[in-house]
């Protein structure tokens, strides 16, 4: 076998594993364990995408878990697929034409639908690319795009189930207008900016055949082409010989009926009359409804005046806006203006202010859909991790209103409705009809609408499965295990699937639901394009690694927080890869030629090390071959508790726990402890038994580190277990080599009750090293000085654990030597540190001035309590915290506490020479 490299280096080794789990079919459900189904589904991504850090969060997540679950040998499918983005994807196609001169409208529908065909087959792979290098271990057989056959069969079934039970329907209303995609919105694709500050604008309408005037108010000046009537409340005195009169508009031939209105009129506000626009605003619609008013739309779908608007036909709805106010001035009408804070709503597609607009759409009835995806909550068939999402699930769904999922684009799904030029009479079907089912008429046209991109993502748990076909993958794995996804899609997706799977097969979608944050830079901000701090996933993994890239995303990853990037953290990760990797290549290194691996469970059954008569360890080894001394059980125990935790925080989707059991697990107790214990041993001649033991145990234990770090660090478990299977599991001639992962986890270790004795006995012993080593660092001793340690204390086999390790706590400690004595009274000199079992002295005379370090730290203390009194002051005063940016506060807060945590030091130092501050 090759001996590893110096050096990891993961550009040599990612794309060739791949490649190795692609073809070997690693990543089937078929392939991997006969125990109970687990699925995901992956939130498709858009195929107008490219792999950002959102992407790289979420998708590590999945596959983490997808891969814990391969390892504790269940049926593991994670599908993949993307999403057609309907108004993303037609801009994208927009864009381009423009460049080349053309628009859609010049090329017509079906061109245009075949252009964006042909540019989705050349561009809209991208991001599946760039996901294998993420090393994500999705079921690529099983791929699917939102517009493929099978998924329009399924789109058009749902729509078509949901119109016969009456939960699909066209109406006339009030929608929100996105002019620059020219499509209606749903009410959660708008985003509203709730600060705006905008300007009120007050001008006059003359009353008809009387002299006098009625004042109202707007923020739209524009929208006065399109008012019905002026609304006053019926009990303002100001107003009441008004009611039932007109105003003549001022740029339209047509009189404006005064009413009154007392839901609408707040007599206390602005003047009390109210200009009254039902095609234009919310409020107004309902009032319109009232009062039976005329319904005047005056924009056209780009937001530019219609013939409606008479002399400003054709404008802008700023520049008419512009204008009308000049010639309201240029009248004599304007009446003044002000600035006005207020919630302007906007286009999450793109960025346009919407406009309120009254237009025939088609609509989901949802509270009987909502009720039902309440109770699968309510009843507990769907949990939420974290828990508080529940509630704002819940209120959510009570507040629901009917979903608009028309839109008026031309990429998408046409909606499967066809309208009779004959009787009117609109057919539903699943399959395109030849004749109208009313009056059997040929001249019918589909409806020219496609919907709501989110329609067909509520379909995708089980239209990926081949829904409404009755499909192996529908009945082994639907519903699905987990759903991942982040908290700004709760209400857009997770409700939908809901609502959706409960409606088509009375089955809720998933069962949990990991709900994660967003990422942010460190200053808190979130991470994009527009703010200049986007950081490209595939630049990332280019400079630290995919595997140090996925370990840093899963620890920073807190319960239902939004994570920070860190280079810092990063690099921390790049370097724990490394440890990995010099640990392995210790222990492999070290290995004699022909050593063959015991048998886990003979390996495990091996009692700790006996000694004969005369003191020493027995030649004779026991049946098993080998013998287990104090550290080779301390590890076992470690290992123990560790395979536990990560198994119990995963089950939990404390994924910054898990990361951190293992990261504890591997650098603290197995390179920090465990092979500083075990060198002297491993040097030893092949044979000797405790050479033996140690090389046996710390290849254990570097397999069963490779197999709970795989689902984190796929790419370097898989390359260094290509090196232990070696041992463990040769390859024969002509087959194929055992992959780690479709490899069990370790089964826990059945420690014996000496076994569990001589854990906690160097346990102790191990507290006591670490004891020391902060003594030192804290008291400024040299690490060239050797200093003698005495423990007092009476801790059963403390003091044979000491003898026995002697030599190795002397050098781990930097010791001349180590006392145990229960009976033992410190003298004035020694530095002394109290633990749970008793004291650990180090005596300093000789080591330290102790007149000296006193001084030093009395002038420490004194500086250092300037500087925290200063910051105190500072964090006190009010104004600094008030109107300080957020993160300068928190800087000087962390500043506060990293002062206080060095005072506490330097008093604990003080305290263990026994100095009086």
């Not at 700004?488 to 009375?506: E, N, Q, S």
């Not at 080998?626 to 939990?652: G, H, Y």
Request: aromatic share 10%; with cysteine.
């Amino acid at each position: 076998m090759p001996e590893l490299s110096t050096r990891y280096e993961p550009s040599t080794i990612e794309d060739k594993w791949y490649k190795v789990w692609e073809k070997s079919g690693s990543f089937k459900p078929e392939s991997g364990g006969k125990g109970p189904a687990y699925s995901i589904v992956i939130p498709p991504p858009n195929i107008t995408g490219q792999l950002h850090v959102g992407h790289a969060l979420n998708h590590t997540i999945q596959d983490v878990l997808i891969r814990h679950a391969r390892k504790q040998g269940k049926r593991a499918l994670w599908l993949p697929g993307t999403d057609h983005a309907g108004i993303a994807t037609q801009a994208v196609v927009e864009k381009l034409l423009k460049e080349e001169g053309v628009s859609r409208f010049d090329l017509g529908r079906e061109k245009f639908v075949k252009r964006i065909w042909q540019w989705k087959e050349k561009f809209g792979g991208i991001i599946t690319r760039q996901m294998r290098t993420l090393g994500l271990s999705v079921d690529w057989s099983r791929e699917r795009f939102t517009m493929d056959d099978g998924l329009s069969y399924a789109v058009r079934t749902a729509f078509t189930e949901l119109y016969k039970k009456k939960l699909i329907y066209r109406d006339t209303r009030m929608i929100m207008w996105d002019p620059v995609t020219r499509t209606v919105l749903s009410d959660l694709e708008v985003d509203y900016d709730e600060n705006h500050v905008g300007e009120l604008y007050s001008f006059a309408y003359p009353l008809k055949s009387t002299r006098g005037e009625i004042v109202v108010a707007t923020t739209r000046p524009e929208t006065m082409l399109g008012d019905s009537a002026i609304a006053v409340h019926p009990d303002d005195p100001r107003y009441k010989d008004m009611i039932g009169k007109t105003v003549m508009h001022p740029f339209l031939e047509r009189e404006v009926p005064i009413i009154a209105d007392s839901i609408l009129v707040d007599p206390a506000f602005g003047t009390g009359a109210v200009k009254v626009t039902p095609a234009h605003d919310v409020n107004d619609y309902e009032t319109g409804k009232r009062h039976n008013l005329e319904f005047i739309t005056i924009f056209d779908e780009s937001g530019k005046i219609n013939e409606a608007g008479g002399r400003f036909k054709g404008l802008d709805r700023y520049e008419a806006r512009k204008q009308i106010k000049a010639s309201l001035l240029e009248i004599g009408l304007e009446r003044g203006k002000k600035e006005h804070k207020m919630a302007l709503g906007k286009s999450q597609r793109s960025g346009a202010v919407v406009e309120p607009m009254v237009s025939t759409q088609w609509f989901v009835k949802v509270r009987p859909l909502a009720d039902q995806a309440i109770k699968a909550v309510e009843k507990g068939k769907i949990k939420f991790y974290p828990e508080n999402y529940t509630n704002l699930y819940n209120s959510w769904m009570r507040e629901i209103r009917d979903w608009c999922i028309s839109r008026q684009l031309w990429w998408g799904h046409q909606i499967p409705a066809y309208h009779c030029e004959e009787c009117a009479h609109i057919t539903v079907s699943v399959a395109v009809p030849k004749v109208c089912e009313k009056c059997k008429s040929k001249k019918i046209k589909q409806d020219p609408d496609v919907l709501d991109t989110w329609f067909s993502s509520g379909l995708w748990p089980f239209s990926t499965m081949g829904w409404p076909g009755k499909t192996k993958d529908l009945a082994t794995f639907y519903p699905t295990t987990v759903l991942v996804t982040a908290y700004d899609i709760i209400f857009f997706w997770v409700a939908r699937m809901v609502m959706m799977g409960l409606f088509a097969l009375k089955k809720e979608p998933f069962g949990h639901v990991y709900i994660h944050g967003l990422m942010r830079d460190e200053q808190g901000r979130k991470i994009s394009k527009s703010l200049g701090n986007n950081i490209d996933p595939a630049d990332v993994i280019k400079t630290y690694g995919a595997d140090a890239y996925r370990f840093f995303l899963m620890a920073t990853l807190s319960e239902g927080k939004d994570s920070t990037y860190s280079e810092n953290r990063l690099k921390g990760y790049q370097s724990f890869a490394n440890k990995v990797w010099n640990s392995s290549r210790f222990v492999l290194m070290n290995l004699p030629k022909g050593f063959k691996p015991i048998d886990a469970k003979k390996l495990l059954t091996s009692p700790p090390a006996k000694k004969s008569k005369s003191g020493k360890k027995s030649a004779k080894p026991p049946q098993t071959g080998i013998l287990l001394e104090q550290e080779d059980w301390w590890i076992l125990d470690r290992l123990n508790q560790t395979l536990k935790a990560v198994s119990k925080n995963l089950a939990e989707y404390k994924f910054h726990l898990a990361t951190e059991n293992i990261y504890e697990f591997i650098w603290n107790d197995y390179c920090d402890w465990y092979i500083e214990f075990i060198k002297p041993r491993m040097f030893g001649k092949a044979g000797e038994a405790s050479a033996e033991s140690a090389r046996q145990v710390s290849f254990y234990i570097l397999n069963s580190i490779l197999s709970v770090l795989n689902p984190f660090m796929p790419y370097l478990t898989e390359e260094l277990y290509a090196y232990t299977s070696a041992y463990t599991k040769p390859a024969g001639k002509g087959k194929v080599k055992s992959l780690l992962i479709g490899e069990l986890y370790p089964a826990l270790v059945k420690m014996p009750a000496n076994g569990k004795k001589a854990a906690a006995a160097l346990e102790l012993l191990q507290r006591v090293i670490g004891i020391v080593r902060n003594m030192r660092a804290e008291l400024k001793i040299a690490p060239d000085k050797k200093i003698k340690i005495i423990v007092k204390s009476d801790a059963p086999g403390l003091a044979k654990t000491a003898i026995e390790k002697q030599a190795a706590i002397t050098r781990l400690a930097q010791a001349e030597s180590i006392q145990i004595d229960p009976a033992y009274n410190p003298a004035k000199s020694d530095a002394v540190q109290v633990f749970t079992e008793g004291q650990v002295c180090l005596p300093v005379e000789g080591l330290l001035d102790i007149a000296k370090e006193e001084a030093r730290i009395r002038q420490e203390i004194a500086q250092l309590g300037k500087a925290r009194a200063a910051l105190e002051s500072k964090l006190g005063n009010q104004d600094f915290v008030t109107r300080a940016p957020a993160e300068v506060v928190n800087k000087e807060k962390a500043k506060l506490q990293d002062l206080l945590e060095t005072i506490a030091h330097l008093e604990a130092s003080a305290t263990r020479l026994g100095l009086k501050l």
